[in-house]
């Protein structure tokens, strides 16, 4: 056996008992993408695919423990971040961050549930935009919570444009910011940009899916390349094909008509 460890990805984010988003989502991918997959368990649902029942929150101090054991035993190439829950959970996070310093962080900022109500408290997103997305390597909002992180609509692909500069002017470092909101029969078309480099679209074909866990997927997908020595364009263009080939292969485990990905038929190989 090697005894060099392998670069592990840690996600910190919310459990979900339906099994199709959330931290089980992102170690299926982890897993999918052969990279050994932490967890840090910020917040517990009672969820299926029909929606969310319950919504409980682990004292912070736990959190902590969590995070300190994964890089206390763990080489650590990327932590992704998920759903946190308040304020407090945010700030607990942002403190082992910086403290451990990770290479890359991968933000999903989840503040929009699927039925459009929000999540997060005014406190929350101040603490989300002034400590967690200056200090990550790359966020990937969607269309409703790119909006409520600038306070502006967003109802085309040209407002897309001036809104990736605009949550650059936030500090975000890099941005993937997914097109799937934007109306139309038209390709689903996400941006990335990084820097001052040129705006980069990556397309897909829309799929008429009402589906579960894409944003989840995407983000760890993108930790998982980054983890596996890709760049970080290369990385969001890769995640985005793995999520488009996971929701053509989506499955209905539960009652309702909502797809869950299948990750294992998407996994990349070599």
């Known amino acids: 056996m090697d005894d060099q460890r392998p670069i592990c990805a840690l996600t910190i984010a919310g459990s979900d008992s339906g099994g199709g988003a959330g931290i089980q989502a992102d170690l299926k991918t ?8 932490l967890s840090a368990i910020a917040a517990l649902t009672a969820q299926h695919t029909r929606g969310v029942t319950a919504v409980e929150v682990p004292p912070t101090a736990f959190l902590r423990a969590q995070i300190d054991a994964c890089f206390d035993d763990f080489a650590i190439g990327t932590v992704k971040l998920g ?16 403290h451990y310093r ?14 459009g109500a929000r999540l997060l408290e005014a406190a929350a997103l101040d603490a989300l935009r002034t400590r967690l997305i200056p200090l990550a390597t790359l966020i990937t909002p969607n269309l409703p919570e790119a909006e409520l992180l600038l306070g502006t609509p967003i109802p085309d692909i040209t407002a897309m444009r001036e ?5 650059q002017r936030l500090g975000a470092r890099a ?4 097109g799937g909101h934007l109306p139309g029969d038209g390709d689903v078309v996400d941006l990335f940009a990084q820097g001052q480099e040129d705006v980069c679209e990556i397309a897909h074909p829309r799929l008429r899916i009402d589906a579960h866990g894409t944003g989840c997927t995407l983000a760890s997908a993108v930790a998982a390349n980054l983890c596996r020595g890709r760049s970080l364009q290369a990385s ?3 995640a985005a094909d793995y999520v488009h080939a996971a929701l ?8 309702s008509e909502v797809v869950v990905l299948d990750h294992f038929g998407a996994a990349p190989h070599g």
């Open 102 to 115: 990770p290479t890359h962080v991968v933000l999903d900022p989840v503040m929009i549930a699927t039925s």
């Open 236 to 238: 969001c263009i890769a």
């Open 248 to 255: 053509r292969g989506g499955y209905r485990p539960g009652r």
């Open 175 to 178: 941005v993937l910011l997914k």
């Open 83 to 98: 759903m946190l829950a308040n304020a407090s959970v945010i700030h607990a996070v942002t403190d082992a961050l910086e």
């Open 163 to 167: 809104a990736i500069h605009g949550l």
């Open 30 to 37: 982890f897993a999918a993408h052969r990279v050994h997959g």
